[in-house]
C-alpha cells in the first residue's frame, strides 16, 4: 500500500486519518502520539477495558481469541487501512474479547479512546470512516470463520498471505511456521505441508523465519475464494464515496 495523500495536506500512511479534512484532523491530532510498535507487543488483553486505540501507519496486528484447550486462532488483522481497538467507538466501557499484539512490527498512533469518541461527535468524516471500518472488521471476522471451517490448509495460508501481503510494503514476510500454526488454528507440521505444496508451485519460498511471495497473481488463484469475497466487500463498502478510505488495499 502506497501513502496516501490526503486533502488535508498531511501525508499519512493511516488511510482513516489521511482522509480526514483539514479541521476534523486538526481536532483529533492533540490526542494522537506517535509510538513504534514491536513485534509480540500486546496492545489489548482479552478482558481487559479498552482505553486506548491504535492507529496502524506501518506493521500488522493481529487479534486472537482463546480456545478451550489453551490454544488461539486468530479472527482478524489490521493494518494502516484501520485501527486497533474498534468496538471502543461505540461504548465507553467496551471490554476486549479479543487479544490484540504486533504481528509485523511498524509503528502508529496511540488515542485515547475517550477522545477519539468526543471528536467523532463532532466530525462527520471521522465517524463515517471509523463507522465503514467497523463494518469491514465484522464482515473481515465472519469471512474468516467461514475459511477456517470449510477450506483446506493450503488455500487458507495462501489467502492469509496475501492479507499480509496487503498491508505491507514487501514481498519478504517476516513469519514462522510456529507463529503461523497459531494464527490458522492448526499443528505447525500441517503449516510445514501447506507451505511445502505452495513453494512447490512456485509461489513462495521458506527461509528461516521468512517466506517470501514469488508469484502474487498465481497465489491469489491458488487461495479460496474468501479473499476474492472480502475484497468485493470493501469495494461495497466505499462505493457510495467518492473519496474513501482502504482505497489502496489490494
Same mark, same amino acid.
Request: glycine residues 8%.
Given at each position: 500500500m502506497a501513502i496516501v495523500k490526503s486533502p488535508n495536506g498531511a501525508a499519512f500512511r493511516n488511510e482513516i486519518l489521511a482522509w480526514l479534512s483539514s479541521n476534523d484532523l486538526e481536532t483529533l491530532r492533540p490526542h494522537l502520539?506517535?509510538?513504534?510498535?514491536?513485534?509480540?507487543?500486546?496492545?489489548?488483553?482479552?478482558?481487559?477495558? $479498552?482505553? #486506548? &486505540?491504535?492507529? /496502524?501507519?506501518?506493521?500488522?496486528?493481529?487479534?486472537?481469541?482463546?480456545?478451550? #484447550?489453551?490454544?488461539?486462532?486468530? &479472527?482478524?488483522?489490521?493494518?494502516?487501512?484501520g485501527f486497533v481497538g474498534v468496538t471502543a467507538i461505540l461504548n465507553p466501557d467496551a471490554i476486549a474479547v479479543h487479544r490484540a499484539f504486533i504481528q509485523v512490527q511498524g509503528s502508529g498512533f496511540r488515542c485515547a479512546a475517550a477522545a477519539?469518541?468526543?471528536? $467523532?461527535?463532532?466530525?462527520?468524516?471521522?465517524?463515517?470512516?471509523?463507522y465503514r471500518y467497523l463494518q469491514m472488521v465484522m464482515l473481515e471476522s465472519a469471512q474468516a470463520a467461514a475459511c477456517n471451517?470449510?477450506?483446506?490448509?493450503?488455500?487458507?495460508?495462501?489467502?492469509?498471505?496475501?492479507?499480509?501481503?496487503?498491508r505491507v510494503d514487501t514481498d519478504a514476510?517476516?513469519?514462522?511456521?510456529?507463529?503461523?500454526?497459531? /494464527?490458522?488454528? &492448526?499443528?505447525?507440521?500441517?503449516?510445514?505441508?501447506?507451505a511445502e505444496t505452495l513453494q512447490a508451485g512456485?509461489?513462495?519460498?521458506?527461509?528461516?523465519?521468512?517466506?517470501? $511471495?514469488?508469484?502474487?497473481?498465481?497465489?491469489?488463484?491458488?487461495?479460496?475464494?474468501?479473499?476474492?469475497?472480502?475484497?468485493?466487500?470493501r469495494k461495497q463498502v466505499c462505493s457510495n464515496r467518492r473519496e474513501h478510505p482502504y482505497s489502496t488495499v489490494q
Open positions: 502520539h506517535r509510538l513504534s510498535l514491536a513485534s509480540q507487543q500486546v496492545l489489548h488483553e482479552r478482558g481487559s477495558l $479498552i482505553t #486506548d &486505540v491504535y492507529f /496502524m501507519e506501518e506493521g500488522i496486528c493481529s487479534l486472537t481469541a482463546d480456545t478451550f #484447550d489453551g490454544g488461539q486462532v486468530e &479472527v482478524g488483522v489490521t493494518g494502516r487501512e477519539l469518541r468526543k471528536v $467523532i461527535e463532532q466530525s462527520p468524516s471521522l465517524r463515517d470512516a471509523c471451517a470449510r477450506h483446506n490448509l493450503p488455500e487458507r495460508l495462501a489467502r492469509w498471505l496475501l492479507t499480509v501481503r496487503d514476510l517476516p513469519l514462522t511456521h510456529e507463529f503461523l500454526s497459531i /494464527m490458522l488454528g &492448526v499443528r505447525r507440521s500441517g503449516v510445514s505441508v501447506a512456485g509461489l513462495i519460498r521458506q527461509t528461516r523465519g521468512r517466506i517470501t $511471495i514469488l508469484n502474487r497473481e498465481a497465489l491469489a488463484a491458488a487461495c479460496c475464494d474468501c479473499y476474492r469475497i472480502v475484497q468485493e466487500s
